[in-house]
T-cell receptor
Framework: NAGVTQTPKFQVLKTGQSMTLQCAQD?????MSWYRQDPGMGLRLIHY???????DQGEVPNGYNVSRSTTEDFPLRLLSAAPSQTSVYFC???????????FGSGTRLTVV | AQKVTQAQTEISVVEKEDVTLDCVYE???????LFWYKQPPSGELVFLIR??????QNEISGRYSWNFQKSTSSFNFTITASQVVDSAVYFC????????????FGTGTSLTVIP
């Protein structure tokens, strides 16, 4: 089915470990974003991209890196995981023109 | 400053009651978009509606309706004759054209419909 695919769905990391959350979409959407969702804080934008080769920081970018080498993929890298990065992460994509984001099913990350 | 405020953290209603979820936004842009998303207990985010800043017509979709008022910077969401399946967290979001398609989400309203 077309949509946004996130992997893994669940992950436990030890403090200091690194990992990459994968995000892929097959709708040829120009825009892709990463959000984190924490209790009582809604969704906050980490990084976003308006096209291949273009990325920019959102509201809470520290501790995360992204790249957009293709239109389809937008991986999120945690360089050195910290307990404060325990959260649910959502990837989203949208066609240019603000037609509304399609969200992936989320990745629940726990850092111990 | 919070760009999107959802003052109601939690609401409980009895099935078949009507319920309105409030959303107040803040922006200096003249061109912007407002959204509502539903997050059921399963966790996925479901797109409900998009409204642009030039269209203040109210919209109705089945039991759902939206009231957009630029004069009060509000974009409220009403569920008529609520059902247990409406139980979810509802998020209002704002996107400003001048900030490159960034979404600003409210903190969400958790709705519980009691059978």
């Amino acid at each position: 089915n077309a949509g946004v695919t996130q992997t893994p769905k669940f992950q436990v990391l030890k403090t200091g470990q690194s990992m990459t959350l994968q995000c892929a979409q097959d709708m040829n959407h120009e825009y892709m974003s990463w959000y984190r969702q924490d209790p009582g804080m809604g969704l906050r934008l980490i990084h976003y991209s308006v096209g291949a080769g273009i990325t920019d920081q959102g509201e809470v970018p520290n501790g995360y890196n992204v790249s957009r080498s293709t239109t389809e993929d937008f991986p999120l890298r945690l360089l050195s995981a910290a307990p404060s990065q325990t959260s649910v992460y959502f990837c989203a994509s949208s066609r240019q023109g603000l037609s509304g984001y399609t969200f992936g099913s989320g990745t629940r990350l726990t850092v111990v | 400053a919070q760009k999107v405020t959802q003052a109601q953290t939690e609401i409980s209603v009895v099935e078949k009651e009507d319920v309105t979820l409030d959303c107040v936004y803040e922006t200096r842009d003249t061109t912007y978009y407002l959204f509502w998303y539903k997050q059921p207990p399963s966790g996925e985010l479901v797109f409900l509606i998009r409204r642009n800043s030039f269209d203040e017509q109210n919209e109705i979709s089945g039991r759902y309706s939206w009231n957009f008022q630029k004069s009060t910077s509000s974009f409220n969401f009403t569920i008529t004759a609520s059902q247990v399946v409406d139980s979810a967290v509802y998020f209002c979001a704002l996107s400003e054209v001048n900030t490159g398609n960034q979404f600003y989400f409210g903190t969400g309203t958790s709705l519980t419909v009691i059978p």
